[in-house]
């Protein structure tokens, strides 16, 4: 039962380059989540997918494409990076109308 | 302003003391109240989950909410160096909501 994975664990990107952070849950939860950590920042929700086939904008969107492939896996794009999108990326997940997220090892990320 | 705040800390204390931690908000509809742990270079972890006022107990760990203050407190007991940790609040509205946390307070026990 590995909980929630994340790959990669570290990536560098040049200015403009895209890429494709992925997340997967063993758990059968409903819910998953993106989140981006910044320093002071906290936790700042980018994209949300409350069900399998459903996908919402959260606080921080702009920049960031999502898809919900199946039940399982859950995946944030960024088309064109900036500078401005260094930050360390978490996945998480949860029951439906769950009270515990379960977070992922995180992914870091640095745009140059 | 931000709808959750968080001293962003550091808070050092030695070791065996009580840690106290706090977060204000200013959204009256939120009603349920969670704190995460985080350990450095991890992904956060539950904690406490309290819904609506009143305290919660479990072991060292005891989370207060004041809804009529806006004001929610985790206290830490006993405090030991493996508590040293950044800890997160989060609250949400609803059974389904989205989670709004806190900037998270680092905590730092020293032996």
Redesign the interface.
């Known amino acids: 039962n590995a909980g ?1 994975t994340q790959t990669p664990k570290f990536q560098v990107l040049k200015t403009g380059q895209s890429m494709t952070l992925q997340c997967a849950q063993d758990m059968n939860h409903n819910s998953m ?1 993106w ?1 981006r950590q910044d320093p ?6 980018i994209y ?1 997918s ?1 069900s399998e086939g459903t996908t919402d904008k ?1 606080e921080v969107p702009n920049g960031y494409n999502v898809s919900r492939l199946n039940k399982r896996e859950f995946s944030l794009r960024l088309e064109s990076a900036a500078p401005s999108q260094t930050s360390v990326y ?1 996945c ?1 997940s949860s029951e ?2 769950g ?3 379960y ?4 992914t870091r990320l640095t745009v140059t | 302003q931000k709808e959750v705040e968080q001293d962003p800390g550091p808070l050092s204390v030695p070791e065996g003391a009580i840690v106290s931690l706090n977060c204000t908000y200013s959204n009256s509809a939120f009603q349920y109240f969670m704190w995460y742990r985080q350990y450095s270079r991890k992904g956060p972890e539950l904690l406490m989950y309290t819904y609506s006022s009143g305290n919660k107990e479990d072991g060292r760990f005891t989370a207060q909410v004041d809804k009529s203050s806006k004001y929610i407190s985790l206290f830490i007991r006993d405090s030991q160096p493996s508590d040293s940790a950044t800890y997160l609040c989060a609250m949400k509205e609803d059974s389904w909501g989205k989670f709004q946390f806190g900037a998270g307070t680092q905590v730092v026990v020293t032996p």
Request: aromatic residues 26%; glycine residues 22%; charged residues 10%.
């Open positions: 929630v989540y989140y002071g920042m906290g936790l700042r929700l949300y409350a959260g978490f998480a439906a109308y009270h515990e997220q977070f992922g090892p995180g």
